[in-house]
């Protein structure tokens, strides 16, 4: 699969001179690493709650990314150039609050659930809507020449725009220059995601008002399909049951005569080998829904854990291990909960080449 084919109407590629450092806030299982360390990027610190994504990244890394972003005395911080936080996306998508909830929007309990920077849930940590918060003392503190921080899209909207709007509000008073796009990973994976990144330079290190002084890459022109990511042989497992077959296929049924508003989930999708698939998300080890795979003569199945480490473009760690059976040491359904909350390398490689474009020629 290429996953660096580039456009011709592509800016050159940026090299970055020198080497640089990077802290990695609610680290996951290394997204932002991986994509960083690829153009120099050294890790100072990584922090994370979640104790199968510190599980999976101490095997991945050899290093220990426990720690609560909340905890952290400033002193306990290396000074670093760059910060990057994945910050919990539950709080502002819909998606999120249904997430392990069998989330019915006309049960009184969903409605009370608050959403946005009031948004807890104690079963993942709790406080996941303060995180923001938490992130901004620390980059006032610590005042890393760059940030880049990535979450759903549905941050933008959230709220009627509020919740961004408070966001960019207190970036912009601590005195960091922001930008933001909307970048779809499809450019190097073959999965359609969308995620928003929000790149921030600080404004006592940097003369931000230059003209052109920062812009996001632009997106390489690819046609990467998932069919070249499948394994030829997996085990039986991964096959639906015919009890989850059934019901999703049920749920494709009614939704398909039900007014636009009351549906219910989507059903599912077959995904068509010669494209790219739909996101992943958390929620895929339950039945798969948004990402199947035909099979002759039987029910669809999911994907496989390495399946989906390949299409969220993590095809470094695969290449590390010898025996493909060695790369999770977590269950599947935390792998695909790990890998459906992660973000694409290659699009954090893209933007950090930018972002070191911008700190190394201002
Ligand atoms: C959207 S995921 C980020 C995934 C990451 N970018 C990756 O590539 O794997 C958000 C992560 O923030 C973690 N998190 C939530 N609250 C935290 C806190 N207070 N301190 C550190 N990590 C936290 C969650 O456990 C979750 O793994």
Redesign the pocket.
Known sequence: MSNTQTSIFDKETYKPKSSFTVTE????????RLGLEAIGGKVVLS????KY?IQTYKHWFSEDSE????DYKSSDIPDHDILTA????QPFSVAGVVSNKHWDKTKPENQKKKSGFQYTDQK??G??GQ?FN?LLKIIKRKRPKAIIL?NVRGLLSHDKGNTWEVIQEELKKAQYDIHFKVIDAVHWVPQHRRRVFIAGFDKKQFDTNKVDFFSFPTEPITELKIGSILQKRVKEKYTLKDGTWNSLQTIRERNRNMPKGQKKGFGYSIVDREGPSRTLTKRYFKDGAEILIEQKNKNPRRLTPLEALRLMGFNQIENRYDNTDEIFVVSDSQAFR?LG???VPHVVEAVGREVLRTIENN
């Open positions: 806030f609610c680290s996951g299982i290394g997204g932002f922090s994370e709650i979640d994504a720690g609560n972003l909340f994945g910050f919990p996306c993942e940590g406080d996941q995180v938490g990535e790990q909350n992660a973000v």
